[in-house]
């Protein structure tokens, strides 16, 4: 319309150009390779290439005992260690038919939280960063580190813990522990305020992510979403609503839900996410039972030391465990369980010998990912890197 | 709940069969029946399944025969450059659809089985677009073909990659490098790679191998 | 193609041991040793003071050991108190290729590419057990450490390496920085690029 004096009235040539992202490229987090091509600042289209960190998981895996695996399981998500462990080790428990007690089940929840709080915490601050606002990003990894500290008296190590075991978990909370986290706690909350005052009303930051990678809720499905992006899409799926496992029943929380689907409402879902995995976090604390923190079983369980060291049977138990590792009895299952970002997976196959005979995962960003060239297509160069940081890629997970 | 899933399945394709174990409910078609059958699932207004969670694959070669162990004795294990030379067990794939619904909360798994000689499955791209993914990455993976996939590459691999490293008879240190290896003397990790050496730490080095194939390692 | 050999002084040409007694050892010396002068070791140790003060990080980020780098970076460990404040994401700008995180060997040619954009000087920091020897990643996709492609300078383990770790290895990085040779001019030829 040539009567809007602001309408640009010359009509621009353009050719199509093709422009390659990454994959070492700071917006694509080091492990994916863009090739866009674009007409003039609009994307055309895009083919994503993955691969750049696959590290062989499930080979890797499937040449390790039951509890080698732990360690492989952090790596795949490694903002939220302690979520893949519960995730891996539940599909074990499920094999055998084992559930841990009741006190171990408090803790994986209440550490998996503080996990979810974590993976969150650096997702927003990524946007944060990666859309100019630096102050966010150092306040969300101020409040990340708090809670990294408190992991890593309670499990021994800041961001790869290995902290579950077949029926439990390695190490009960230290003496004064509850009282430190009940004191950081307040902390955290107040940086994730600060990040939500500077943030959700920011109006360069509203304009560059409202309405920008748009998803209905049918097709997200469709594209196998999962977890807060489905979630953003409306779509009322939580793993720990739907199929509560451990003691989420017993928890009350809410799940926000979005209702356009963009970038924005992803945001504000993880902040919203922040705020009722804390409140999880203090049911946590109010309720947990004492108790042992491990089954008393020795086919799956290391026996106590003192046992092993003076008893016979704890020597052999211990021996056998160690050398030719759990014995979990043949079958195929597939485990579901809430990561940070969906539904995390893992079908798991065993022969009934000391080591998982097929161990593939359901990675929740692999799917999220593979629909990146859906959410970009038609917007603006500059508009991918709020989109890409929004669905929160995981190179872990996704390339396993 | 889930056992009247299979049930709804096998009404409708007498030729399925259907299993349950620790409360998972599994489905075995035909290969020729899986879009059917997984459009039937999607679509079935009882079943509802609109979302594919994962396509997973398992190669059965060792189920029976593998000896027990852990990573501390793996070395008496069979290595994998000999199980090429024997015979294959068959079916010796499996491909495994776990569908879900959202509105309904019920999942199923669709099984396929394949023999190693015809590997080939019609792709589901055309139910579900996350399929897509999945199906190059099973291809990637297993060399499963699946027949009509649009854009059948490797996916996690680089196009140089021969083989498909999680069949069982794939070794598991078998490196296909792309850049050349600096050649210098390194105690704990050797002079390089090959037999012995980068590729294999000093602790697992081929003692009691005798048939060791000097063209693998392993 | 055969590549240059890993000198543990450092991937500057022709850089020689400067300082410390246990190197001051009578040896026979060429011509150009003889001519190193006052004034050259004097430039040599001003070049390094600055050079190991002003480090233009080049972030190679790929995995897990990425999220304590962003610890590193951010308030509470602050690796800019040691001068190496910003990255750099371009390897034209950057002189510390920092490697965090496995790198696999579809990643190998970038990071091989990467290297060989950089200008000299360089130095190269393996950032975790990845990085340094492949980790426990011992499998078909995994390189057994990025010194199997380009020569690395430092090693900083742990899986992931705690932010004081990285400072420390920082550490050692400047103070080998200083200890090298450095020239204000190279009569050398540029070396050849490699593929």
Redesign the interface.
Known sequence: MTEDPLTLEAELPTSLMTVNLG????AM???VRLTVTLDGETIVEAIPE???????F???SE???WH?VL??T??LN??SPILNNVGYIMGVE??I?IEDTERSQYLRVLGGEISRICDHL?CVGAIGLELGAFTV??YA??A??LL?DRIAELCGA???VSWTRIGGVASDMPPGWEQKLRDCLPRVMELTNEIDVLLTRNRIFVDRTRDIGVISA?EA????F?GPCLRACG?N?DVRK??PYLVYDRMDFEIPLGSRGDTYDRYVLRLEEIRQSHRIVLQCLDQMPPGPIIIDDWRYALPPKKEVFGSIEGVMAHFKL????Q?VPA????V?TEGANG?L?F?I?S?G???P??I?V?APG??IL??LPRLIKGHAVADLIPIFDSINMI??EV?? | MSQALIELVRGKFPDATGSSHRGDEVVTVPRERVVEVIGFLRNDPAAEMKLLRQIAAVDVLTFRSETTGGGSIASIEAPAYALQKKPSVEPRYQVAYNLYSITRRQSLRVRVELRSDDMKVPTITGLFRTADWWERYIYDMFGVHFDGHPNLQRLMLYPEFVGYPLRKDYPVRKRQLLVPELDFPDLVRGPGPGPGGAGVPMSQTHVGRANVDPNTYD | MKLPMLRPEGNVPESARLGGEENNVPVMLSRLDETIGFFEKNLSNALGWARKNSIFQYPFVTACCGMEYMSAMAGRYDIARFGAEFPRFSPRQADLLMIVGTINVKQSPVLKRVYDQMCEPKWVMAFGVCASSGGFYDNYATLQGADRIIPVDVYVPGCPPRPEQVLDGLKILQDKIQTQRHRASTMERAPEMGK
């Open positions: 994959p070492s490229h700071p987090h080091g492990t993955i691969g750049f960190l696959h590290r062989g499930s080979k890797s040449n390790s005992t080698q360690p492989y952090d790596r490694y903002v499920k094999l038919g650096t990003f150092l990894m101020e990340r580190e990294w800041r961001v790869t049918e499905i469709d594209w196998g999962t779509v799926y739907a199929h160690i050398m030719e590792g014995q079958g195929e299952v597939y579901y539904e997976g079908h196959v022969n010998k000391g080591k005979y097929a593939q359901r692999f799917p593979s629909a190179g872990g390339e396993q």
